[in-house]
């Protein structure tokens, strides 16, 4: 399938950037589009990570305030997997390791690649690399963690497989990753490969 650029340029360069293209692509026709315009938010890789106890069967969320949702009548205040944003030239996994350490002081050796998805590919070049991780969630509930550089201010939450399941039903669970990484452990655990 084929894509012409026609024009591209940046139209907003600060601590995001999102770029305008004018482009026509091949329909599945054979036919090319007329000319489009076509925004997107240029956005580096993240690393998220699912936190799990097979053993206590409880999971690690971390819950902090997210300005975007606030800003549509949401209460603003989010249960997700910790997570974080790749810098250049890192391995998505050893900024995931990071993000374990600052997010809810957890130092974990090995992670479990699930996945790699884009997060909305609609509008963002985002691309999301999720990960599992087995670890003791002994003594970690109600740690408050994150980079005091960065100003992060978030709790960690312990939860059983099935107060996680009662927590989306309830509506306190609604971010997109945190959704994905808990259908996919609860597959594995039908799958009988107990998570």
Same mark, same amino acid.
Request: one cysteine or more; glycine letters at 8%.
């Given at each position: ?8 340029? =940046? @139209? ?5 950037? @999102?770029?305008? &293209?004018? =482009? ?13 315009? !076509? ?16 053993? !206590?069967? #409880? ?23 910790? &997570?974080?944003? @790749? &810098?250049?030239?890192?391995?998505? &996994?050893?900024?995931?390791?990071? *993000? ?6 957890? *130092? ?43 100003? *992060? ?8 497989? #099935? *107060?996680?399941?009662?927590? @989306?039903? #309830?509506?306190?669970? !609604? ?11 609860? #597959? ?8």
């Amino acid at each position: 399938m084929r894509v012409e650029i026609l024009k591209e340029k =940046l @139209v907003l360069d600060g601590f995001f950037r @999102v770029k305008e &293209a004018l =482009l026509r692509h091949e329909k599945f026709n054979g036919q090319m589009t007329p000319p489009l315009r !076509r925004l997107r938010f240029l956005r580096p890789p993240a690393a998220a990570c699912l936190p799990y106890d097979p053993e !206590r069967r #409880e999971i690690v969320l971390v819950e902090q305030f997210r300005w975007p949702p606030y800003s549509v009548g949401d209460p603003g205040w989010l249960w997700e997997i910790p &997570a974080g944003i @790749v &810098a250049e030239g890192e391995d998505p &996994a050893e900024c995931m390791k990071r *993000e374990l350490r600052e997010e809810a002081g957890l *130092e974990v050796a090995e992670l479990e690649p699930v996945l790699t998805y884009f997060s909305t590919p609609g509008t963002t070049t985002e691309k999301i690399y999720l990960y599992f991780a087995r670890v003791s969630t002994a003594g970690l509930e109600g740690r408050v963690g994150g980079a005091e550089e960065e100003n *992060e201010d978030i709790r960690v939450h312990v939860l059983s497989y #099935e *107060e996680a399941w009662r927590k @989306v039903q #309830e509506g306190v669970i !609604r971010d997109g990753k945190t959704l994905l990484a808990l259908l996919l452990l609860r #597959e594995r655990e039908r799958e009988g490969g107990k998570a």
